[in-house]
């Protein structure tokens, strides 16, 4: 069970609730808990989780994630943007946001863009 607390603008849970659980199995590494706090009260169908302890935990809970190079695959299949490999150089280079190598290589050849 989650509720908002308002006292410290974060998220509480009731002992053995599975943020509580996020916690616990995320506790040597930074978790993002608001974010998996939240996708598991509004029921998110997909939250947007890109550091790799907090998709762990989200998805020992049973919530599917997806991250930045998900968003960018779908907005290319939909045709909001021309070029995947574009999009994703856009947000690492000016950003510095660090993606997994094998995951952009996978989304490239999912759409295509695979070859040069």
């Given at each position: 069970?989650?509720?908002?607390s308002?006292?410290?603008?974060g998220y509480a849970?009731?002992a053995?609730g599975?943020l509580a659980r996020a916690?616990?199995?995320?506790?040597r590494?930074?978790?993002?808990?608001a974010a998996?706090?939240l996708a598991?009260q509004?029921?998110?169908?997909?939250p947007?989780?890109?550091?790799?302890a907090?998709?762990?935990?989200?998805?020992?809970?049973?919530?599917?994630?997806?991250g930045?190079?998900g968003?960018?695959?779908?907005?290319?299949r939909?045709?909001s943007?021309?070029?995947l490999?574009?999009?994703?150089?856009e947000?690492r280079?000016?950003?510095?946001f660090?993606?997994d190598a094998?995951?952009v290589?996978?989304?490239?050849?999912?759409?295509?863009?695979?070859?040069?």
């Amino acid at each position: 069970m989650v509720s908002r607390s308002y006292h410290t603008g974060g998220y509480a849970t009731r002992a053995g609730g599975p943020l509580a659980r996020a916690r616990y199995a995320g506790r040597r590494e930074r978790v993002p808990a608001a974010a998996i706090a939240l996708a598991i009260q509004v029921k998110a169908a997909w939250p947007l989780l890109d550091e790799r302890a907090g998709r762990r935990v989200a998805k020992a809970l049973g919530i599917k994630v997806t991250g930045v190079v998900g968003i960018l695959l779908r907005a290319r299949r939909e045709g909001s943007v021309p070029s995947l490999r574009r999009a994703l150089e856009e947000v690492r280079e000016p950003a510095g946001f660090r993606m997994d190598a094998a995951l952009v290589a996978d989304g490239l050849r999912q759409i295509g863009e695979d070859q040069g």
